[in-house]
């Protein structure tokens, strides 16, 4: 956890501050902490293939989508257990209703949409948040410019507006440490802090009527009372010297540019057509490769250079990656584009099967990728432009792309590592 109290510089304190909050700065305490999202000693991956999607534009996606990593059932007829993992952008990063991720990272802002849930921390290097009505963080958010708490929604964890403001709307909770920097503002109707917490302004203090606060009050401004009914107060309210309270670190994190293998395909362009049995093609150089309406397309262990590769609905690519030194890499120069109800299959009935196989498989684009809607896809997908996947979207594997990403509703994303990482 962020862990904003208790461990912060101070300069000109009185005797009541100093006993609200002691020792060292701030900043080391962030560094001392755990949580991987914080702090120098622990910052966040860089690296793309360390997150189920990292976009180095901006990321969407859509309602209801899942972003998890899967346990396989201990017994054929059990279900198998899902867990949000992390997410990671360059750009913006936009949570539709009731999105599931674990940790996300967001470089120049995040907005979170109805019953949006991260399950870890949320951090926002250089941008602002915006929590949308019921959306939820339940670790620490910590943003660089303002952070806007909306209609219902919640903070289990800290949260900081390291040049910004805090905002929380009404009936929003903020469960722990608040730093603000410009300006702190409490609705009617809020739950801010615990026991033992704090709420740190250096900028002014505006609380509204029926409010409720758990955490010492600790603001360098004026601070400013509005309603009938003043809000309830459970602990002190001090004013600390002007310079007094500092921010926490924020971590100079970004994402590490998508590095994209160039293919090297032949003016050799093949229409698969729908057959019996369908078509297999064995590795080596082609130029454009088109898959008819239901075609079949039969891939064989080995590196597959393409000048593109598109698909009519229905189509399917059946890849032979049972043996687990079989390895297949589709390269394409240029874009991607299945259609609807397109499929991967790695030919596994089992989860387990299917993520081993699927970690065994990956497509390197050296333009976009557009996938249609109620596809079903395996591996890794690396793309130097941008990528989308159509509505309803299964996908086994992992999403890394030089530009934007947009995954369409209600879709999941299973994220499997790539057998050999690169």
């Not at 951090?123 to 209609?151: K, T, Y």
């Not at 009936?171 to 410009?182: C, E, I, N, S």
């Not at 459970?234 to 970004?254: C, I, K, S, Y």
């Amino acid at each position: 956890m962020l862990g904003l109290r208790g461990e912060r510089g101070r300069r000109g304190c009185d005797e009541r501050a100093t006993r609200a909050a002691k020792s060292v700065p701030i900043a080391a305490l962030v560094a001392m902490l755990a949580v991987p999202s914080l702090g120098a000693e622990s910052a966040p991956p860089t690296t793309p293939n360390a997150y189920a999607v990292a976009a180095g534009g901006s990321l969407y996606l859509g309602n209801t989508t899942r972003v998890v990593a899967r346990t396989p059932p201990p017994t054929p007829d059990a279900r198998p257990s899902d867990t949000p993992t992390s997410v990671a952008t360059n750009g913006t990063l936009l949570l539709d209703e009731r999105v599931e991720v674990a940790d996300a990272y967001a470089r120049r802002g995040a907005k979170l949409r109805l019953l949006a849930d991260v399950h870890g921390d949320l951090v926002v290097p250089e941008g602002a948040v915006q929590l949308s009505n019921r959306a939820r963080v339940r670790g620490d958010l910590l943003a660089r410019r303002d952070v806007i708490a909306g209609v219902s929604s919640r903070v289990d964890g800290a949260v900081a507006a390291t040049d910004g403001a805090v905002k929380v709307v009404r009936l929003a909770r903020l469960a722990g440490d608040v730093f603000a920097k410009t300006e702190f503002r409490g609705e009617r109707d809020v739950v801010v802090g615990a026991s033992g917490t704090t709420i740190d302004v250096v900028g002014s203090v505006v609380l509204r009527d029926r409010g409720e606060y758990f955490g010492t009050i600790e603001h360098e401004g004026p601070i400013t009372m509005l309603g009938g009914v003043p809000p309830i107060l459970h602990a002190p309210v001090v004013q600390v010297a002007h310079g007094t309270l500092a921010a926490p670190a924020m971590p100079d994190w970004r994402l590490d540019p998508v590095v994209v293998d160039d293919a090297d395909p032949s003016a050799d362009d093949r229409t698969i057509a729908a057959v019996p049995g369908g078509t297999l093609l064995p590795p080596g150089r082609y130029g454009a490769i088109v898959l008819a309406q239901e075609a079949v397309l039969r891939l064989a262990p080995g590196v597959y250079d393409v000048a593109s590769f598109a698909a009519q609905s229905d189509a399917q690519v059946v890849v032979d990656v049972a043996d687990p030194d079989a390895r297949v890499e589709l390269r394409v120069k240029k874009n991607v584009e299945p259609g609807r109800r397109f499929v991967v299959d790695v030919g596994a009935a089992g989860e387990a099967g299917r993520q081993a196989r699927a970690s065994r498989i990956r497509t390197v684009v050296g333009g976009s990728f557009r996938g249609g809607q109620d596809a079903i896809w395996a591996g890794a997908i690396v793309a130097k432009g941008g990528i989308a996947l159509g509505k309803h979207t299964r996908l086994w594997g992992s999403l890394a792309s030089g530009g934007d990403v947009a995954v369409g509703r209600d879709s999941t994303i299973v994220w499997v590592p790539p057998a050999d990482p690169s």
